[in-house]
């Protein structure tokens, strides 16, 4: 995998499993193959636990919303994944940055570049791009979704516009203190 110097790929991947974990080992592999990643690892009856697990521990992560905190919690991670930066050139891909070792099993793959991707993407792009959907925030809504933030401007705080729109509906009676309970937009009053 290409981890581009903004290390978007790999969180990208990182969040995708964590909003909707596949059922097995097949369906991780499918979902790294279509964030450009080649899975030439040797499978292991264990990869899809650890991999979850790896997941699970990339949420303390996403949760943790001090800047301090966020990087202790990464830099924990990456010493114990990452390797050396190592230059390879293999499938065609050209040469690009390794930052692990070879032969290791796809989890501690995936440990190594979602902790390096995520490091990059947040000191590339802001140590606060990282979270989870705002409508999420709001008492009874039930979105957990992680939000990675590419945007330029770098405002995105909801997972979808379905969430978006849900929470600005939300805001709007709110104050107009129109009734709530449809799950649709306030109609506008009838003029006739
Ligand atoms: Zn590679
Ligand atoms: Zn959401």
């Given at each position: 995998m290409h981890l581009n110097p903004y290390g978007e790929y790999a969180v990208l991947l990182a969040a995708s499993l964590a909003n909707d974990m596949p059922e097995g080992r097949s369906g991780i592999e499918e979902r790294a193959r279509t964030f450009g990643m080649t899975m030439d690892f040797i499978p292991t009856p264990e990869d899809h636990e650890l991999t979850r697990r790896v997941i699970e521990d990339w949420l303390r992560v996403v949760d943790a919303t001090d800047?301090?905190?966020?990087?202790?919690?990464?830099?924990?991670?990456?010493?114990?994944?990452?390797?050396?930066?190592?230059?390879?050139?293999?499938?065609?891909?050209?040469?690009?940055?390794?930052?692990?070792?070879?032969?290791?099993?796809?989890?501690?793959?995936?440990?190594?570049?979602?902790?390096?991707?995520?490091?990059?993407?947040?000191?590339?792009?802001?140590?606060?791009?990282?979270?989870r959907c705002a409508a999420g925030e709001d008492p009874g809504d039930p979105c957990r979704a992680v939000v990675v933030d590419v945007t330029r401007n770098g405002r995105q705080r909801y997972c979808s516009v379905r969430c978006a729109n849900r929470a600005a509906v939300r805001r709007h009676r709110a104050r107009t203190g129109a009734p709530s309970g449809n799950g649709q937009k306030p109609q506008r009053p009838s003029v006739n």
């Amino acid at each position: 995998m290409h981890l581009n110097p903004y290390g978007e790929y790999a969180v990208l991947l990182a969040a995708s499993l964590a909003n909707d974990m596949p059922e097995g080992r097949s369906g991780i592999e499918e979902r790294a193959r279509t964030f450009g990643m080649t899975m030439d690892f040797i499978p292991t009856p264990e990869d899809h636990e650890l991999t979850r697990r790896v997941i699970e521990d990339w949420l303390r992560v996403v949760d943790a919303t001090d800047p301090q905190e966020r990087a202790a919690l990464l830099n924990q991670q990456m010493a114990a994944a990452a390797a050396y930066p190592r230059l390879v050139d293999h499938d065609d891909e050209g040469w690009h940055l390794h930052y692990r070792d070879t032969n290791q099993g796809m989890p501690h793959v995936f440990r190594a570049i979602f902790s390096v991707g995520t490091a990059l993407h947040l000191t590339t792009r802001g140590m606060h791009r990282l979270g989870r959907c705002a409508a999420g925030e709001d008492p009874g809504d039930p979105c957990r979704a992680v939000v990675v933030d590419v945007t330029r401007n770098g405002r995105q705080r909801y997972c979808s516009v379905r969430c978006a729109n849900r929470a600005a509906v939300r805001r709007h009676r709110a104050r107009t203190g129109a009734p709530s309970g449809n799950g649709q937009k306030p109609q506008r009053p009838s003029v006739n």
